[in-house]
């Protein structure tokens, strides 16, 4: 059974910097794809930042600034997040698909302060 745990939520000010880890129950080597969804209460989740085959792409509003990572042999992802806004703030979900499959995590909240 796939799960995904993410965690490095927090509390953070304008500017600031944090990292977001998801660790998976699974050997990651079996995803065809993992990233990073975000949802503001009111909102649909959004792609944040994803990882096909070792390619990478971001949302417009995070690029240059966010940045998705994984570290195979620990089975884990990772959304390293600079110059934090408050317009980034909300309920972060890890996302993985292996075989048409799709699993989610619980998420992990991340404030930005003003």
């Known amino acids: 059974q796939v799960q995904l745990v993410e965690s490095g939520g927090g509390l953070v000010q304008a500017g600031g910097s944090l990292r977001l880890s998801c660790a998976a129950s699974?050997?990651?080597?079996?995803?065809?794809?993992m990233g990073w969804y975000l949802q503001v209460p009111g909102k649909e989740r959004e792609l944040v930042a994803g990882i096909i085959s070792g390619s990478t792409n971001y949302a417009d509003s995070v690029k240059g600034r966010f940045t998705i990572s994984t570290e195979n042999a620990k089975n884990m992802a990772y959304l390293q997040m600079n110059s934090v806004k408050p317009e980034d703030t909300g309920m972060y979900y890890c996302?993985?698909?292996?075989?048409?499959?799709?699993?989610w995590g619980h998420g992990t909240q991340v404030t930005v302060s003003a």
């Open positions: 699974v050997n990651i080597d079996s995803f065809y794809a």
């Open positions: 996302y993985a698909v292996r075989a048409n499959f799709e699993f």
